[in-house]
């Protein structure tokens, strides 16, 4: 597909015409990793960061959170209870807290793989390529870093780097695989100032990087952030070239997103989910999608995880999560994966 026909998509209204997109986009799905819909557990490990951006509510400048970070022991016992419903990875997440080190990251990526045996994701931002090595060589298996926008300079403003050192996410996502990550990245949907060629870009780069994983959702504005109050101009304004930050935009992404990376695992996600509790992780599943993420973030630290307001599923336990996702899962006529749940592109790969 080429940007015209992406972009020809992103604005497409007619219900049947998209009701013809969701068909293609589910049966690619299903001729090419089937029917099993794989559970990673996630662990928010912690809300600390240092960096600036625009969009998330765990920026640096919000003194209206309070920080945690988890211990080892905490994070170990998450995992078993992954281990425990069944699911086949970890994935441990946090803002850019560079007090969580390379060695005690590489000690825990250890114990986990001692203990349980699951594949391990990390999805801690930009770091290091002598610490993604680390982190490799003690058993890490996947990294995950939305590039969030392939609009140089939409980034830039959302995602101000870090002092002096430049910020080049679409370069470390190429290291990464190179490391021999399995890689997943992925897009904000409907960030003021996004245009419909700027998205239709973000999916064809998903195909130029052969990504593993595709993680995409709506932009959900934060108060406490500066991106919020130009969400309100953007779409006030009437600007025909914004993307609107709607579940049905998110719906399109994820199809196209399986039309043109017929083989990753894309997660209907948690932020999708935040705009349609009663079906929005269903919908996402039948319209391309393959994973889904339970939280197994102890209850006491989730809702401090606030990267956007609002976030489903922020009071339930973990156990409740389980039960809930499975339900649903087998609810539309699909089954919960087993095993790791490898991406088809690595597999080919190595
Ligand atoms: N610090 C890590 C993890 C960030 S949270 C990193 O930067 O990679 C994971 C993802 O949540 C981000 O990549 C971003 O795409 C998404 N996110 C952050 N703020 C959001 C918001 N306000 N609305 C929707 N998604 C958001």
Redesign the pocket.
């Known amino acids: 597909m080429n940007e015209q026909e992406i972009v020809g998509w992103l604005r497409e209204t007619d219900e049947t015409r998209l009701e013809e997109l969701w068909k293609r986009a589910d049966n690619t799905r299903k001729k090419n990793v089937g029917d099993a819909v794989h559970l990673r557990g996630l662990i928010e490990i912690s809300n600390h960061?240092t960096?600036s951006?625009g969009?998330?509510?765990?920026r640096a400048q919000n003194t209206k959170i309070e920080r945690y970070r988890m211990e080892p022991d905490e994070i170990l016992e998450c995992a078993n209870k992954a281990k425990e419903f069944g699911y086949g990875t970890v994935v441990m997440?946090?803002?850019?807290?560079l007090a969580i080190a390379s060695g005690w990251v590489a000690a825990l990526i250890r114990r986990i793989k001692e203990e349980t045996g699951l594949a391990v994701t990390l999805?801690?931002?930009?770091r290091e390529e002598q610490e993604l090595t680390r982190w490799k060589n003690a058993g890490a298996d996947r990294y995950?870093?939305?590039f969030?926008t392939s609009n140089r300079a939409l980034f830039d403003k959302i995602?101000p780097p870090l002092g002096e050192k430049p910020c080049d996410?679409i370069a470390l996502l190429k290291q990464l695989k190179h490391l021999g990550f399995e890689t997943g990245s992925?897009?904000?949907i409907g960030i003021p100032g996004q245009s419909y060629e700027d998205l239709a870009r973000d999916i064809m780069l998903f195909a130029e990087l052969g990504l593993d994983m595709i993680?995409?959702?709506?932009?959900?504005?934060?108060p406490e952030?500066p991106?919020?109050s130009e969400m309100e101009t953007a779409l006030a304004g009437g600007d025909e070239t914004q993307v609107p930050?709607t579940e049905l935009m998110a719906y399109k992404v994820i199809a196209l997103a399986r039309l043109v990376c017929p083989r990753a695992n894309i997660p209907s996600t948690t932020?999708i989910a935040t705009l349609n509790p009663a079906r929005g992780r269903e919908f996402g599943l039948e319209r391309g999608a393959n994973v889904v993420m339970p939280n197994l973030t102890p209850v006491k630290y989730r809702a401090l995880y606030e990267?956007?307001?609002g976030k489903a599923c922020i009071t339930e336990t973990a156990d409740a999560c389980a039960a809930c996702l499975r339900g649903r899962i087998e609810s539309i006529g699909r089954q919960v994966g087993t095993g790791r749940g490898d991406s088809m592109n690595y597999l080919l790969r190595s």
């Open positions: 960061c960096r951006c969009y998330c509510g765990l997440q946090s803002g850019e807290d999805s801690l931002g930009e995950l870093l939305r969030e995602h996410r992925g897009a904000l993680g995409c959702g709506p932009y959900i504005p934060h952030t991106l919020a930050n932020a990267i956007y307001p």
